[in-house]
């Protein structure tokens, strides 16, 4: 059964900084490419960054620069460093492969940015 744990969320300032952690379950984890994806109210789920398995990333334009994203494939993990946040970041974020295994989201974590 796959699943994704995702955590370190909470509410911060805007210019603050979280990181966020994904575990992963029931795949060969090293062999995927990983995604961390948001959720906004109101909005369509995207893709802000992506690890492939050699650990080249890609990033949504407006999240460039702030985030990076990394992999840990001893420990099944994936992470999101998030810098200089903003109030438009706010949103769910959820990790999953890229392509995403469908109907295999988890709960997510929420991310606030509001002062």
């Known amino acids: 059964q796959v699943q994704f744990v995702e955590s370190g969320g909470g509410l911060v300032q805007p210019g603050g900084s979280l990181r966020l952690s994904c575990a992963a379950s029931?795949?060969?984890?090293?062999?995927?490419?990983m995604g961390w994806y948001r959720q906004a109210p109101g909005k369509q789920r995207e893709l802000v960054a992506r690890?492939?398995?050699?650990?080249?990333?890609n990033y949504a334009d407006s999240v460039k620069g702030r985030f990076t994203i990394s992999r840990d494939n001893a420990k099944n993990t994936v992470y999101l460093q998030m810098n200089s946040l903003k109030p438009e970041d706010t949103a769910v974020y959820y990790c999953?492969?890229?392509?995403?295994?469908?109907?295999?989201w988890g709960q997510g974590t929420q991310v606030t940015v509001s002062s």
């Open positions: 690890v492939n398995r050699p650990g080249i990333t």
């Open positions: 999953n492969t890229d392509p995403p295994q469908p109907g295999d």
């Open positions: 029931g795949i060969i984890f090293r062999v995927y490419a």
